[in-house]
Nanobody
Framework: QVQLVEFGGGSVSAGGSLRVSCAAS????????MGWFRQVAPGKEREGVA????????TYADAVKGRFSLSQDNVKNILYLEMDSLKPEDTAVYYC????????????????????WGQGTQVTVSS
């Protein structure tokens, strides 16, 4: 299984932008369903943010459509989540997850089937 490490979180004022990154090691991430989740507090359910399937299909949660975008560097094996027009309600720990060969690559499937998770990176948006 691929190993995942997130980085790039931080603090920003409302309306600002941040980019978080998920570096995959051990295998090429291209045959994986990859995605981002966020958790607003320990014990709260992780919410799906965006996914990218092995076929390149991308999905976004309604809460982030038009503000967040996924991209990737296939050489460096890094998945990026660019977050614009950030709101205080985007404050959370952001996690990256991966499931090999999952073509039905949407958040609910990935949450249940991911064999790889990163350790998370904190994003804080102040009003």
């Amino acid at each position: 299984q691929v190993q995942l490490v997130e980085f790039g979180g931080g603090s920003v004022s409302a309306g600002g932008s941040l980019r978080v990154s998920c570096a995959a090691s051990g295998h090429s991430f291209r045959p994986y369903c990859m995605g981002w989740f966020r958790q607003v507090a320990p014990g709260k359910e992780r919410e799906g943010v965006a996914t990218r399937g092995p076929d390149g299909d991308i999905t976004y949660a309604d809460a982030v459509k038009g503000r967040f975008s996924l991209s990737q560097d296939n050489v460096k094996n890094i998945l990026y989540l660019e977050m614009d027009s950030l709101k205080p309600e985007d404050t959370a720990v952001y996690y990256c997850a991966a499931a090999h060969g999952l073509y039905d690559c949407w958040s609910s499937n990935l949450a249940n089937l991911a064999r790889s998770w990163g350790q998370g990176t904190q994003v804080t948006v102040s009003s």
